[in-house]
């Protein structure tokens, strides 16, 4: 069975701080994606990283850097020096048969100023 | 790249009427696309997926013959709700995808998320 586990309900961090989004998979597959979507308040879906089972390569992208590790089965999302805009409900994704994806519950973030 | 839209972004309907919502990828074609719903404060629930000129295949417990899904070309998808009712009233969200032989954006094997559609049933 397939499952993403995002056991950070709420996380609240004041404004040029480091934070970490932790997301746990469980997956009988070999060849898998897992996915990162931003969800603002205004509730679009903001693909912001894909990544292959394969290639366990972390990943910068300016204030944004990924952590794979199928060793323990996670792919955790890190926002260095984070802002305001950085607000938002922060989905770990994984896909399964057919290309369908199963979300976890996701990470509200709140940046306070 | 990696556009989708949806229209309309909110709608309000009376109960026992029925309400249709587009998807559209704009700037690419999509092999397939997907419909979600989010109840508030939760995740993303898959509804069904469909593929251009095929039926859709729905998940388990989603009505189908209430939630009526047309892929009538590889750019456009409608997702119908019919006889509304309260309970039915949500954020539904569409996504697309594309297959093999894309490039390098959007992605293949992604799905790429429209803005949503509030409905209210009254």
């Known amino acids: 069975a397939q499952k993403v586990t995002q056991a950070q309900t709420e996380i609240s961090v004041v404004e040029k701080e480091d934070v970490t989004l932790d997301c746990v998979y469980e997956?009988?597959?070999?060849?898998?994606?897992l996915f990162w979507y931003k969800q603002p308040p205004s509730g679009e879906l903001v693909f912001l990283i894909r990544?292959?089972?394969?290639?366990?390569q972390n990943e910068i992208s300016g204030r944004y850097s990924w952590n794979f590790q199928k060793s323990t089965s996670s792919f955790n999302f890190t926002i260095t020096a984070s802002q305001v805009v950085d607000s938002a409900v922060y989905f770990c994704?994984?896909?399964?048969?057919?290309?369908?994806?199963?979300f976890g519950s996701g990470t509200r973030l709140s940046i306070r100023p | 790249g990696a556009v989708v839209s949806q229209h309309p972004s909110w709608v309000i309907c009376k109960s026992g009427t029925s309400v249709k919502i587009e998807c559209r990828s704009l700037?690419?074609?999509?092999?397939?696309m997907f419909w979600y719903r989010q109840f508030p404060k939760q995740s993303l629930m898959l509804m069904a997926t469909?593929?251009?000129?095929?039926?859709?295949?729905?998940e388990q417990g989603v009505e189908k013959d209430k939630f009526l899904i047309n892929h009538a070309s590889l750019t456009l998808s409608t997702l119908t709700v019919t006889s509304a009712h309260p309970e039915d009233s949500s954020f539904y969200i569409c996504?697309?995808?594309?297959?093999?032989?894309?490039?390098?954006?959007?992605?293949?094997?992604?799905?790429?998320f429209g803005p949503g559609t509030r409905l209210t049933v009254l």
């Open positions: 996504s697309a995808r594309v297959g093999a032989g894309g490039g390098a954006r959007p992605l293949t094997d992604t799905q790429y």
């Open positions: 997956t009988r597959d070999t060849t898998y994606y």
């Open positions: 990544r292959n089972s394969f290639d366990e």
């Open positions: 994704a994984l896909s399964y048969s057919a290309s369908k994806i199963i």
């Open positions: 700037d690419f074609q999509a092999t397939t």
């Open positions: 469909s593929n251009e000129g095929s039926k859709a295949t729905y």
